[in-house]
């Protein structure tokens, strides 16, 4: 006979109440899981990382200027145009050639034609154009 394993119940560091923790996190897990006690705790930990780790950030700058100064054109970009720099042309074109899929636009690389059929989720993410 199978034993019924209680779980324990932890109090939520952030609003009081009680909560199952998540069984792959074990005695780990500190708040709930409302997205409102998860921000707050991730605000709390990151505060007291950075009292811990004062001088993380100092004397980076420097690095991040002259990287800058190298690459004037990628703080003009819009976030799509940079991500599209990382796709490989070749590998996308032949995916929607695969699927039957017609380029109308060539150089947006956005505008397509669908055949029936296929669906909208298998094309996008080759772009990657968030949902």
């Not at 019924?4 to 109440?17: F, H, L, P, Q, Y």
């Not at 490989?88 to 690389?109: C, D, P, R, T, Y």
Request: charged share 40%; glycine share 4%.
């Amino acid at each position: 006979m199978k034993k019924s394993i209680e779980r324990k119940k932890k109090k939520c560091a952030i609003c009081g109440r009680y909560f199952c923790p998540d069984r792959r996190v074990g005695d780990r897990q500190k708040c709930c899981k409302s997205r409102i006690c998860q921000k707050k705790l991730k605000l709390r930990r990151d505060r007291i990382w950075r009292a811990e780790n004062p001088d993380y950030f100092k004397g980076r700058y420097d690095n991040t200027k002259e990287w800058r100064l190298k690459h004037p054109e990628y703080q003009k970009k819009k976030q799509h145009e940079i991500q599209a720099e990382f796709i490989q042309e070749k590998h996308v074109e032949s995916a929607f050639v695969a699927l039957g899929v017609k380029i109308i636009n060539q150089k947006a690389k956005i505008q397509v034609e669908i055949p029936h059929g296929i669906s909208v989720k298998r094309i996008i993410p080759a772009y990657g154009v968030p949902r």
